[in-house]
């Protein structure tokens, strides 16, 4: 009997520790679709692999969805290719800010590994104000 009450007692621990509107729906990886911003995942050869919800209604004028497949160079104009090119020969990561239809975003293509090996690049872009305060935590 006390078994029984304690794997209740870790049952309710669990589920009181999850927001109150997950309890019972949580899944690894479903809060990307959702996030506010803008998920674009690559692999090493540059082709597009992975499309969150965000990223498939910035690019739905390209093809949305249908862009999973495609050469993310040849998303790009002739100007940004070189940049975009430079990303996958250096693995190095890039941060820069925009406005697009008003909205200022800040973008960050960051390289990813798999087992220790560079496997591409994902690119997030987050909407931001266009004041955005900044703290010295020195």
């Given at each position: 009997?006390?078994?029984?009450?304690?794997?209740?007692?870790?049952?309710?621990?669990?589920?009181?520790?999850?927001?109150?509107?997950?309890?019972?729906?949580?899944?690894?990886?479903?809060?990307?679709?959702?996030?506010?911003?803008?998920?674009?995942?690559?692999?090493?050869?540059?082709?597009?692999?992975?499309m969150n919800a965000g990223s498939i209604a910035t690019f739905a004028a390209?093809?949305?969805?249908?862009?999973?497949?495609?050469?993310?160079?040849?998303?790009?104009?002739?100007?940004?290719?070189?940049?975009?090119?430079?990303?996958?020969?250096?693995?190095?990561?890039?941060?820069?800010?925009?406005?697009?239809?008003?909205?200022?975003?800040?973008?960050?293509?960051?390289?990813?590994?798999?087992?220790?090996?560079?496997?591409?690049?994902?690119?997030?872009?987050?909407?931001?104000?266009?004041?955005?305060?900044?703290?010295?935590?020195?």
């Amino acid at each position: 009997m006390s078994a029984k009450v304690s794997r209740k007692s870790a049952k309710t621990r669990r589920a009181a520790a999850k927001p109150a509107g997950a309890r019972g729906r949580y899944k690894p990886g479903c809060w990307i679709g959702e996030l506010g911003a803008a998920i674009t995942v690559t692999d090493a050869t540059g082709r597009i692999c992975e499309m969150n919800a965000g990223s498939i209604a910035t690019f739905a004028a390209s093809g949305g969805a249908a862009l999973i497949g495609s050469d993310v160079l040849d998303c790009h104009s002739a100007e940004s290719r070189e940049q975009v090119a430079r990303l996958y020969k250096t693995q190095k990561p890039n941060h820069y800010t925009i406005r697009k239809a008003g909205q200022r975003k800040i973008i960050h293509q960051l390289p990813w590994t798999l087992n220790g090996e560079f496997a591409g690049v994902i690119e997030l872009s987050i909407p931001i104000p266009d004041e955005l305060p900044h703290f010295d935590r020195d």
